[in-house]
């Protein structure tokens, strides 16, 4: 049995050669969730006076949860009342804790009446987990909460503008204004991209359709679907998740996956109410919805499972960044904008990756280059190496959206950045119990966080972590 761990031992910062020669910054951090609790950790580690402006009630982004969901369901009037977190009451996490969790921070079980012990924690969990290394690192004190950044634009002399208001958690878009203005030599971009729905608007039909339309930003239980036909579109794993949930209750669950192999389609096995489809052909007035496969259903709900866009809308910097077709760029390892590194940098970006432990090495990367103990390539090596990255994609035929998919190279990715900080690279456990845990997902789907077999990876990682604890 691993230990029981009730408290971590503070890890002490790692040592910095030559400490006289550092030079200390003012940075802002736009964003309170995990990317920005790390980069305030690291960044004060170097060294740096820092502020995280973050326009929630209190830390943790979208792992804090909210039953309240936004005015429009999905989520494309910009007048709309935005609500920050995506979380479902039911999520639980689609990681093992193990694999999960800051490396020098095990995201292990903890003690106490609210902790939930499990190996694919509730939300809840992973909230608690959050604040106590907010605790244990002492950042709550240079977080301002309620605190929304409206403007972060380069000013003079290379400085940074940082512009925040008073917010409410749930804000309304507005351009009333009780503003402070301040300069700060970086902006560390901590915004989260979970926030801006991406829908599916292609369908023929689709706008004149009169049944109701949400996005699974807004999804939080299941009750208001009972005995409804929902189609949902995505194969993603808030779409895995969200049908199995509505389909506890619906009358009939039709989930659309254009990735499926033409064997899935029909009946999902295990399930009277769910079929699988590949496409919609067509959606109708009347509420009939026509699948490429032939089959029909009227139904009464379309749930959009199909991702976010990027968005930055407090960002000015006079046309040196952009997001073009959800491409963020250019950025020079999905972090620096070659023209104003490392003053500007962007944390969490990747996606279909193990973010805490990225955010962990590409915060280090930002902190030390800010302190000048790490330096980065020139602007034109920055900007040759991004160019020749975006035509590899082009070459290869990925469209731009796709940027920032890390699905098969993240762990090169990690470790190429750790090479740059001087520090090791991701644990061979982590990358093996990842695999595992993809493949478990893929083969049962239904029970992966229940049952598995990597209980050998477990207890190695259990080893690694006892030199954090105490
Ligand atoms: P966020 O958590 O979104 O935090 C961004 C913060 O910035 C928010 O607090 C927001 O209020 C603040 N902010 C935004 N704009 C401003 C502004 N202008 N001024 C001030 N503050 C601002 N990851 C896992 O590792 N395991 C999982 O199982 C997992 N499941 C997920 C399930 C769902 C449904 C979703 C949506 C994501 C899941 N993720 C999971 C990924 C998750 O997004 C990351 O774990 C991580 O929480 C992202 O952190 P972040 O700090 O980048 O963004």
Redesign the pocket.
């Known amino acids: 049995m691993p230990p029981p761990i009730n408290s971590i031992l503070r890890q002490p910062p790692p040592p910095l050669p030559l400490m006289s020669s550092l030079t200390t910054r003012h940075v802002a951090v ?7 609790l790390i980069a305030a950790r690291e960044l004060r580690r170097e060294g740096h006076h820092v502020v995280v ?4 009630e209190q ?6 949860y909210t039953p309240e969901s936004e005015s429009d369901p999905l989520g494309v009037d910009p007048k709309r009342r935005v609500v ?1 977190s ?3 009451d039911s ?1 639980r ?3 093992p804790r193990e694999c ?1 969790g800051v490396r020098d921070y095990p995201f292990e079980r903890r003690e106490g009446k609210d902790r939930d012990p499990r190996r694919f924690p509730g939300h809840r969990e ?1 909230l608690m987990y959050l604040q106590d290394f907010a605790a244990d690192f002492g950042i709550g004190e240079v977080v301002r909460l309620q ?4 403007i972060a634009g380069l000013g003079e002399e290379g400085k940074w503008r940082v512009r ?1 208001r008073p ?1 409410n958690h749930n804000r309304m878009r507005s351009d009333d204004c009780d503003c402070v203005d301040e300069i700060y030599d970086a902006v560390v971009v ?6 801006q729905p991406r829908i599916a608007d292609n369908i023929p039909g689709i706008t004149a359709w009169r049944g109701k339309q949400m996005h699974s930003h807004n999804y939080r239980t299941p009750e208001p679907f009972q005995d409804q036909v929902i189609v949902l579109i995505g194969g993603a ?2 779409a895995v998740d969200i049908s199995r949930d509505i389909a506890t209750v619906a009358k009939e669950v039709h989930i659309v996956d254009r990735s499926l192999n033409e064997n899935a389609i029909g009946k999902l096995p295990g399930h009277d109410n769910m079929w699988l489809h590949s496409m919609i052909d067509s959606v109708h007035q009347d509420g009939r919805v026509i699948f490429k496969d032939g089959d029909t259903v009227g139904a009464e709900i379309i749930v959009h499972c199909t991702g976010y866009k990027y968005d930055f ?2 960002l000015e910097t006079n046309g040196e960044v952009s997001v073009d077709e959800n491409r963020v760029g250019p950025l020079y390892k999905h972090v620096f904008p070659p023209a104003l590194a490392p003053w500007l940098s962007f ?2 970006l990747p996606w279909k990756v ?3 432990p990225m ?1 962990e090495l590409q915060t280090k990367w930002i902190a030390g280059a800010l302190s000048n103990r790490l330096a980065l390539p020139s602007k034109e090596e920055m900007t040759q190496d991004t160019e020749a990255f975006y035509s590899s994609l082009e070459a290869s035929g990925t469209p731009k959206r796709y940027t920032h998919n890390m699905a098969n190279y993240q762990w090169d990715y990690d470790n190429w950045i750790a090479d740059q900080c001087g520090i090791p690279g991701i644990e061979e456990w982590r990358v093996e119990m990842y695999k595992f845990a993809s493949k478990n997902k893929r083969l049962r789907p239904e029970s992966y966080r229940d049952e598995w077999d990597d209980d050998e990876l477990v207890l190695e990682a259990q080893r690694d972590f006892s030199k954090y604890l105490n």
């Open positions: 736009i964003g309170a969730g995990a990317a920005g402006f973050e326009l929630g830390v943790g982004g979208t792992w804090v920050h995506s979380l479902y999520l996490t689609n990681l999960m992973v605190t929304e950044v409206v925040s917010s901590c915004n989260g991209h979970y926030v794993a808030s809308p407090f944390v969490g193990v973010p805490f955010f």
